[in-house]
């Protein structure tokens, strides 16, 4: 687990609006950076750097007030609106931060004890915990370590396997087993579903194969949820030619893990050949693995069925421009897209208009780029790949086929 300091953190999260933000699954929103009645990503990136700055030792009032700006204003509203977003996403980060700390060192300090202001403000629920004791990698702690609610001023402190003992004996704290957890849970189940955020000190790294492995989650389940999210946008943290954040939808963010991971598997397996996989978009599960020439790669192992597929291959030759093949196997109605990776960077395209015109049209881009690969002829392939990408280009222009570029 790396290790990240608060303000780190608070700058890796992804911004939305806190509508998509409550549609997500509870596990991934500790992920997304959103704030109630902001909307204008330009400004949940300055308000995000505010909180930012918490960590790197900035003054608690001057943020504030910057965040209060930011909501429209300086009523005592405002104000303690901007209170509860400094306090809520600054402690997150610093909490993640001593939470991975905790993890590296739970070999020494196996257990942690949960600890409340023990004043007045301390909601019921929170006061439930106070001095409960669990081991450190027991699953309470991935949605419940402070803070976990909004304004939550709690926190969680190391104990060695002696000091725990000592605790109880004193009746300074409380050792649950499994049973008294999970009837906590059970009781709490239906308030935990409904907040606004749910705090995973562990997870904001997101991984769409660890979010279709959660128990109970089906297949059915993440396609239902990945469409959903395909309409939800998510900013990216690069600015466009206008000034202001490009965003991109939850689904492609919630899939740039798996496509990383397997851009590395197809440059280092079989070095010096065509490596291809097929991967479901929804779950990121692998579908088919296989492995070709220098030149090409066989399709035929990826199965033809309904499950929406991915295909990321790699092209030996350096260039990361599809070619015809490419293409016309994204006239497959179960191919989403189909990805071309080299050691620099990679291209991928997804065919919008598979009708039988298209069809025919690649049909004869393959057996011009059949014909000339045969030849041997430089001179022509170099032809035909500038006429090609000419072709594909306007095809891309007008919407027929979607395109995304980017370096490995």
């Not at 189940?189 to 979010?211: E, N, V, Y």
């Not at 939808?249 to 197809?266: F, G, I, L, T």
Request: hydrophobic share 35%.
């Amino acid at each position: 687990m790396a290790t990240k300091t608060p303000a780190e953190i608070t700058r890796d999260r992804a911004r939305t609006d806190i509508d998509t933000l409550k549609r997500m699954y509870p596990e991934i929103r500790a992920r997304a950076f959103a704030v109630m009645g902001v909307e204008d990503f330009n400004k949940l990136a300055r308000i995000q750097e505010s909180v930012a700055k918490l960590g790197e030792g900035g003054n608690w009032d001057k943020l504030r007030n910057q965040i209060a700006d930011e909501l429209g204003g300086d009523s005592a509203a405002t104000q303690q609106h901007a209170e509860t977003v400094l306090r809520t996403n600054g402690f997150q980060a610093f909490a993640s931060a001593r939470y991975r700390k905790q993890q590296a060192t739970k070999d020494v300090f196996p257990y942690l004890k949960y600890v409340t202001m023990d004043d007045g403000k301390v909601r019921d629920t929170h006061a439930k915990l106070d001095g409960v004791i669990l081991p450190a990698d027991d699953p309470f702690w991935k949605d419940h370590y402070p803070p976990w609610d909004y304004n939550c001023r709690c926190m969680v402190i190391q104990l060695t396997k002696r000091d725990a003992e000592e605790e109880v004996a004193v009746g300074e704290g409380k050792m649950w087993n499994e049973a008294t957890r999970q009837d906590f849970m059970a009781q709490n189940r239906g308030k935990d579903a409904t907040r606004d955020f749910h705090f995973r000190p562990d997870s904001l790294d997101l991984d769409m194969r660890d979010i279709a492995a959660a128990k109970g989650r089906t297949p059915q389940m993440m396609e239902d949820f990945g469409k959903l999210m395909e309409t939800r946008k998510i900013g990216t943290g690069e600015i466009g030619a206008n000034g202001k954040e490009l965003t991109t939808s939850v689904r492609d963010w919630m899939w740039k893990p798996v496509q990383k991971d397997y851009q590395a598997k197809v440059l280092k397996e079989d070095v010096g050949k065509e490596t291809l996989y097929a991967l479901n978009v929804y779950t990121g599960a692998e579908l088919a693995h296989t492995v070709g020439t220098r030149g090409s790669v066989s399709t035929r192992d990826i199965p033809v069925d309904s499950t929406p597929k991915a295909v990321i291959h790699n092209h030996t030759s350096g260039n990361e421009t599809l070619s015809p093949d490419d293409v016309i196997l994204g006239l497959r109605k179960d191919i989403e897209s189909v990805e071309a990776v080299t050691a620099r960077s990679w291209s991928r395209v997804r065919v919008v208009t598979k009708s039988p015109a298209m069809i025919e049209r690649l049909d004869e881009w393959k057996r011009k780029f059949d014909a000339i690969k045969d030849t041997k002829s430089r001179a022509q392939m170099i032809k035909f790949h500038t006429d090609w990408i000419s072709w594909l280009e306007a095809q891309i222009k007008y919407g027929y086929i979607l395109s995304s570029k980017g370096r490995v």
